[in-house]
């Protein structure tokens, strides 16, 4: 047992760099609380990220530091704190503190599927996620979640959005008498819906709120990129040359409205048979050439999994039925690389000296 001091112990704990950042705790004044009782070590750090990944390497670089002190390590208290977007006074969600549009120029690449998942992912982590179907045409969210029912008011103002898996979700789908009937809407009518579900819907406090556009360039993005402050978009592709030239469309347009891009996603990437052979059925590099016109990185390639066909048939998403199934942990990579991006782009505009300072609620997670 270490003879140690609490002075030594702080200094050497100030020095442990924040793997986000990658500058010191002591610099960053992440470093919340120590308490040294006995020769063992009380610590709590504040994170601006939620990935495990994160919260592994904070607790390794802890024991690292600790270990020439010959100190026994107790506990390791992190202070998940995510950050905010820089709201304007007119916002109509000042409580959701990131708004992120996931969108593809181009239908059939499975972008309601990694919207649901990456939503899903998110809240696994222990954050608070809405997710918004934009698509006012085709509306899936409430196949891919398993859920039927019409929103309430309480108030008669607002509109009570459904929760499944600790999400809060509102779709149109939710609001059609026949999940068959076709939605024949012009312009405006779609308009008034979107605008509803943004400012009448009562969301709450949320680190994440994803919104599902519809397919194409359309005026859907325009509306919410006049209306709210959006923290970004993640850009899905397939990774065959026939998506692309549709894909770079929706870069462009991220790019006129001013909309950063946070990273890309490319889905149905390869298939893993039962022998183990990988096979390329949609070519390859699609994912990264869209990443390096957007000057984003490639947040993840997501496998062809026959599992998340048929868990999103049956309701339940796959990395909700199946966490450990490639395709589970492909969306939690993606999960883990979003928060993170996010973090950093709050970090590096804020000016890159101290840790975003977040607002509300602390969540404490407790890694023993």
């Keep these: 047992m270490g003879s140690a001091t609490l002075d030594a112990v702080i200094e050497a704990l100030r020095n442990v760099e924040d793997p986000i950042f990658e500058k010191p705790l002591g610099a960053l004044g992440t470093l919340v609380d120590v308490r040294l009782e006995d020769g063992r070590v009380w610590v709590k750090v504040r994170v601006s990220s939620p990935s495990e990944e994160v919260r592994q390497t904070v607790r390794e670089r802890v024991e690292a530091a600790l270990e020439p002190l010959g100190i026994e390590f107790a506990e390791l208290e992190l202070e998940v704190n995510v950050p905010t977007r820089e709201a304007t006074s007119t916002d109509p969600i000042p409580d959701v503190r990131n708004v992120i549009l996931v969108m593809s120029g181009k239908g059939g690449v499975g972008k309601s599927t990694a919207a649901t998942n990456l939503a899903l992912a998110l809240r696994r982590l222990g954050t608070r996620v809405g997710l918004l179907d934009a698509d006012i045409y085709g509306p899936s969210l409430p196949t891919m979640l398993g859920i039927e029912g019409h929103p309430t008011s309480k108030d008669g103002k607002r509109i009570q959005p459904l929760q499944r898996f600790g999400i809060k979700l509102m779709s149109i789908g939710f609001l059609l008498e026949d999940p068959k009937q076709a939605v024949v809407w012009r312009g405006p009518m779609l308009h008034g819906a979107l605008q509803q579900f943004v ?93 390096e016109f957007a000057e984003a990185p490639l947040f993840g390639q997501v496998p062809i999994d026959p599992q998340v066909r048929e868990w999103g048939d049956q309701g339940t998403p796959v990395v909700q039925a199946a966490p450990a199934s490639p395709a589970g942990q492909a969306f939690a990579k993606v999960a883990d690389a979003l928060a993170e991006r996010i973090a950093k782009e709050h970090f590096e505009r804020g000016g890159g000296e101290s840790a975003p300072e977040g607002e509300g609620p602390k969540r404490l997670r407790i890694l023993r």
């Excluded at 519809?214 to 970004?232: E, F, H, S």
């Excluded at 990273?263 to 590099?285: I, P, R």
């Design 199 to 291: 400012t009448d819907v009562d969301w709450g406090g949320l680190d994440y709120l994803i919104i599902d556009l519809p397919p194409g360039t359309g005026d859907v993005a325009l509306t919410l990129a006049q209306k709210l402050r959006i923290t970004g978009a993640i850009i899905v592709t397939t990774p065959q040359a026939v998506a692309l030239q549709d894909v770079y469309k929706s870069v462009s347009m991220c790019r006129k409205l001013d909309v950063p891009i946070l990273g890309v996603v490319e889905n149905m990437s390869y298939f893993v048979d039962s022998a183990g052979v990988k096979h390329e059925l949609f070519g390859s590099g699609g994912g990264e050439k869209i990443a």
